[in-house]
């Protein structure tokens, strides 16, 4: 005698009601299942991320990289396309979530109604009953598979569109296009080398200060007005350097209440926003002392032409989009360092380089320098490596040496690191003392290092071996030019010098400059060049601008109106300068 599971109590109203809620959510789900698929199928073929519309855009684009107006139709056509994306992205997760809660409603109302099977004896026979009972656990059993199979179809197509666009879509920020017009990729697209080239998006730019093509200014005076477009105040102090994105300056700035980051209008100099750089995770109640002459927001902000990147001497880091909203804050401890923590930032790449120096070990080992890349999208690291050889206030280079990209860092040792992994290169013991702050420069397979109160060193990078020396007249801040052969450099107390770059010899053999010119006023502000015009702005604000030469030709000199030790960046015809006080914008 078998017992088969073939009558039922039908009339009890709670077995109605439990019967009714699991028809229901079958057909829910079942409507949930197709409401997926079909949202994916139509995804998949209207694309709208590529969408032709969108493609021929890209190709006008391309054959017009200076035509405004496209470029602002394709950021458009873009967002809304990314926003259709995502609005589908959004649909498949609650759908999931509907689609889940109708299956549980299901199983659980169907479970429930066994509860009210009548267990009815049936004798064992061959009688075609049996085959009936079969055939109905046979066909529940495939009702069962096939809702299975559709629900897995419909989840296989719903959960890979995760993508990494959905906090870039949740920003409502339009996508970037690049001048040359391909498309971005779906995070921040990078900047190529020729629009880093193009603006002005780092210390000394991005091409170690030199502009080989170009028409700057060469007259003007601040406290008149003559040759200035605008002049505008900076509402904190802070020695950093200007970098300068497409039609916009930015400046970072701070006291010991404060610490900020500043977005001006290129064109107008007007103040467009400020970042207050406050409620970071670990950032000190109280400021560190810093001195006068380096403050709280002594480095350069660097951009990746999607964000701004700014450091500050309490060790807080933030990365801003265009618009001044955080993207992400980080402290990194803060720098025990006598006059203020002042290494500019650099990119490459995807990741953000730091270089943090500071004292040596204290006797407990709890105190070390670090250099690290970040991520410069989340601000997390990708690589650290701990740094002992006390403190420099000099800022890290990338140095295209023919064979890779290296990044060089300048204490009592001079190191160069793989900047995508941190793992080292080579190494070279330098210096001993002295306070270090020109950041090195590499030109024709030469590396030039300064350290104040010590020497300059000009090092051979196959050989690692110095090839010339002087410790008579070495800049103490001022990072030097290399150009046509020659170093050039500024003096704390005054001066200008020329060095012949391979040799550090004069036309006589000695070891000595081949000239240098006497200035009223010493440099922090470290020079440029602008076509064939070498600009070095003094401490008192006095541009000197003179022909690069064996002897010194000057083509004349400018004043800005107020003291001066910040670097200026050049884009198109114009200068932009940072004094004590304003920010100007030098041009015609």
């Known amino acids: 005698m078998r017992v088969v599971e073939y009558e039922k109590n039908t009339k009890s109203v709670t077995y109605r009601v439990i019967q009714g809620l699991g028809i229901i959510g079958a057909f829910f789900s079942l409507v949930i299942c197709v409401l997926i698929i079909a949202n994916n199928l139509s995804l998949r073929a209207t694309d709208p991320i590529h969408s032709e519309g969108l493609e021929q855009l890209l190709g006008e684009m391309k054959a017009n990289p200076g035509n405004q107006a496209i470029k602002e139709e394709i950021r458009e056509l873009d967002f809304i396309a990314r926003r259709a994306f995502f609005t589908s992205q959004h649909f498949n997760r609650l759908a999931i979530y509907y689609l889940l809660g109708g299956l549980v409603v299901t199983v659980v109302a169907f479970k429930a109604l066994g509860t009210y099977r009548e267990p009815v004896p049936y004798p064992d026979s061959k009688d075609s009953k049996d085959n009936l009972i079969d055939d109905a656990n046979w066909a529940r059993k495939s009702v069962t598979a096939a809702g299975l199979v559709l629900v897995g179809f419909s989840l296989i197509l719903a959960l890979p569109w995760e993508s990494p666009l959905d906090k870039l879509a949740q920003t409502d920020q339009p996508a970037k296009v690049t001048p040359d017009g391909v498309q971005p990729n779906p995070t921040p697209s990078l900047p190529t080398p020729e629009e880093m080239r193009q603006y002005w998006p780092a210390f000394r730019g991005s091409t170690d200060g030199i502009v080989e093509v170009g028409q700057a200014p060469v007259d003007w005076n601040g406290t008149s007005g003559q040759g200035i477009v605008w002049k505008t105040p900076v509402p904190k102090n802070g020695f950093s350097s200007p970098i300068v994105w497409e039609n916009r300056v930015f400046l970072s700035g701070g006291d010991k209440q404060v610490r900020e980051v500043y977005c001006f209008d290129a064109e107008n100099g007007e103040l467009l926003w400020t970042h207050l750089v406050d409620k970071i995770p670990g950032s000190p109640a109280v400021a560190p002392k810093v001195s006068s002459d380096t403050g709280y927001a002594a480095p350069t902000m660097t951009t990746d032409g999607t964000r701004v990147f700014a450091i500050f001497s309490t060790g807080d880091l933030v990365a801003l989009d265009m618009e001044g909203k955080r993207v992400w804050g980080r402290n990194l401890g803060v720098p025990k360092n006598p006059y203020g923590h002042s290494s500019s930032l650099i990119r490459h790449e995807d990741v953000l380089l730091i270089q943090y120096d500071q004292e040596k070990n204290d006797e407990e080992k709890k105190l070390v320098g670090f250099v690290a890349g970040l991520d410069i999208d989340t601000g997390t690291e990708k690589w650290k490596v701990p740094r002992d050889f006390g403190n420099s206030w000099s800022s890290p280079l990338l140095a295209d040496t023919g064979n890779r990209i290296e990044l060089i860092l300048v204490a009592e040792e001079v190191i160069s690191y793989d900047p995508k992994t941190g793992k080292e290169h080579w190494r070279f013991p330098w210096t001993e003392g002295g306070e270090i702050a020109p950041t090195p420069v590499y030109a024709d397979g030469m590396l030039y290092l300064s350290c104040g109160y010590d020497k300059i060193t000009a090092l051979d990078l196959k ?126």
């Open 463 to 588: 050989t690692l071996q110095p090839v010339w020396e002087n410790e008579d007249l070495v800049p103490g801040v001022c990072t030097p030019l290399i150009t046509g052969g020659l170093y050039l450099s500024g003096l704390d107390d005054g001066g200008i010098i020329c060095f012949d770059a391979k040799t550090g010899k004069n036309d006589e053999g000695e070891l000595l400059e081949l000239w240098m010119e006497e200035t009223d006023d010493g440099f922090y502000a470290s020079p440029i060049m602008v076509g064939e015009k070498v600009y070095m702005m003094d401490r008192s604000g006095v541009m000197h601008i003179f022909s690069p030469g064996k002897e010194f030709k000057s083509i004349g000199k400018s004043i800005l109106g107020e003291e001066a030790v910040c670097t200026p960046a050049v884009v198109g015809d114009a200068i932009y300068y940072r004094g004590t006080k304003h920010l100007f914008k030098i041009g015609s």
